[in-house]
């Protein structure tokens, strides 16, 4: 499908594409964005259609720009949906085990993105990006067209090549049989742009058949999205070490003396969040901060991280670590726990009842899970990533968050049972932060290292704030790498020099 030029005077027809780009951009939050249409080449039969173009919002979720393709020669159709918006942070995967008989599971909603790739293991089948691409459908529409295109050119293949084209027939059986609901099979959406979505039929309480995980993207993945990672990106990090004099090996150290309290403030505030700032830097400032050389994990060029350990009262040391690219403009900050690994797990228990607890400070690791009974609300460890933020600021994150993911349920085409239960779930989340009524939040953490600042200068004398240990299951450990950690060697090498120390104090 490409643009041609047409010298049609319609007001209600745009025919040069740079306008079109130019309109649809400013038209950016517009509710009643118009529909711009240019007339343009059909593949088919080489005569002229029209593209319409549509730039609109899904409520809570993303923006798009809707193209519609129709030929009125020989009724050739298609169209396509792009993302108009931002490319996440990371990649993500979507993966939904699909049980035999049920066809409410092939009836989800699904967006495949035009950098998704669509994966059934059972059958070793792989939609790849090129193929439906930028494409809104449910998990039926889409196995069904893949088997429709594969069906395409079946007469021509059993001319060709009679024995692939009697194993594609088997194939299709095979693939007509999930599409239908009579296979179970699992359904991988992996996109490394973050912009697909599976719907979730039990929103907002967790899906039992389906996971959701997020990762950091390779170098190829980063060119594919349109990022630089050639050598012309590195010639530009040569450029900025040039002005460096520090080693591309060597770490700075910075004294304490050097930076001060509020120095070391706005080192670290240079590339991360003024929450985060300020609620690390309450509680004491950096002894020292390092400086050494990194890689950016949005365009790959080299960058510089700073990291320094601090111990916040009550709780433990902390690692801040803190990264700026002057190539992308890219900032990230984020905060790990320091010292060895915890026997037990944690589990922080916090009973909201005024503003004052809503500006409790809130530290939420990678690992940690997040309870509200009141509105029976569990959100898995990893939801969120890790934060350093507020109660308030947790709770506006989870709404946000659980609207992202979750925002095809507020769409106009969803069931309204559906749409009338998120919406009362919504004003429950809001009446939690105007506290209407007195509500619970539970961090359930396994590697205990997340925190709740306690109200009064002794922890014990807070009665709305617990905190309670507990064993791991064998299960957590698993999940967590732990069963397979083997310190027999590192064991022996203390016990070695333990003795060693020994035997020179007695001589």
């Known amino acids: ?87 996440q942070p990371k990649g993500c995967t979507y993966r939904l085990e699909v049980p035999s008989g049920d066809p409410k599971m092939l009836n989800r909603q699904v967006v495949k993105s035009e950098f998704a790739t669509i994966k059934i293991p059972e059958l070793e089948f792989e939609i790849p990006p090129e193929s439906q691409r930028g494409s809104l459908s449910t998990v039926e529409g889409i196995l069904l067209r893949a088997a429709d295109e594969l069906q395409a050119l079946q007469e021509e293949r059993k001319r060709v090549d009679p024995q692939t084209a009697e194993a594609i027939d088997q194939f299709l059986l095979k693939l007509r049989a999930c599409a239908t609901g009579d296979s179970s099979f699992t359904f991988v959406l992996d996109d490394p742009s973050g912009n697909s979505f599976i719907e979730n039929l039990f929103a907002p309480s967790p899906d039992p058949s389906l996971s ?23 010639g530009h990090a040569h450029d900025i070490a040039a002005t460096n004099p520090i080693g591309p090996d060597q770490e700075q150290r910075v004294p304490h003396g050097s930076i001060g309290a509020a120095a070391g403030h706005r080192a670290i505030a240079q590339s ?3 929450e985060i700032s300020e609620a690390l830097f309450r509680y004491s400032a950096p002894e020292e901060v390092m400086t050494f050389p990194s890689t950016c994990g949005t365009c790959t060029a080299k960058c510089e991280t700073r990291m320094f350990v601090t111990n916040i009262p009550y709780f433990q040391q902390v690692i801040v670590m803190a990264s700026t690219c002057d190539a992308c403009g890219y900032r990230n900050s984020e905060l790990k726990p320091g010292g060895r690994i915890p026997d037990k797990g944690k589990k922080i228990t916090l009973c909201v009842k005024n503003v004052k607890d809503l500006s409790r400070d809130v530290i939420k690791s990678d690992t940690a899970g997040v309870k509200i009974p009141e509105l029976e609300l ?53 009446k939690l932060l105007s506290l209407e009524e007195p509500f619970t939040l539970i961090l359930d953490d396994a590697l205990a290292n997340s925190f709740i600042a306690p109200v009064t200068d002794d922890m014990k004398d807070d009665h709305q704030l617990l905190f309670e240990e507990y064993e791991r299951s064998w299960e957590q450990n698993e999940e967590l790498g732990l069963n397979d950690i083997d310190t027999s060697s590192a064991d022996a090498a203390y016990i070695t020099q333990e003795m060693e120390a020994a035997d020179k104090t007695q001589v």
């Open 212 to 234: 959701i995980k997020s990762y950091e993207r390779t170098p190829e993945q980063q060119s594919m999205l349109g990022y630089v990672v050639d050598s012309s990106q590195t």
């Open 272 to 274: 991360n969040t003024e």
């Open 378 to 430: 569990e959100l898995g460890s990893g939801t969120l990533g890790g934060l350093v933020t507020t109660v308030e600021g947790l709770i506006t994150k989870l709404c946000e968050s659980l609207e992202r993911v979750h925002g095809f349920s507020f769409g106009d085409s969803h069931d309204e049972n559906k749409k009338s239960k998120w919406l009362n779930f919504t004003a429950s989340l809001n």
């Open 1 to 87: 499908m490409e643009p041609a030029t047409s010298a049609n005077n319609n007001k209600d027809q745009i025919v040069d594409v740079r306008s079109v780009v130019e309109a649809v951009s400013a038209d950016d939050s517009s509710s009643d964005a118009p529909l711009y249409k240019v007339e343009s080449l059909c593949m088919r039969c080489g005569e002229n259609g029209t593209t319409s173009f549509l730039f609109t919002v899904i409520p809570n979720f993303r923006k798009i720009l809707l193209s519609a393709f129709e030929c009125p020669h020989c009724n050739e159709r298609n169209n396509e949906v792009q993302f108009a918006g931002e490319l």
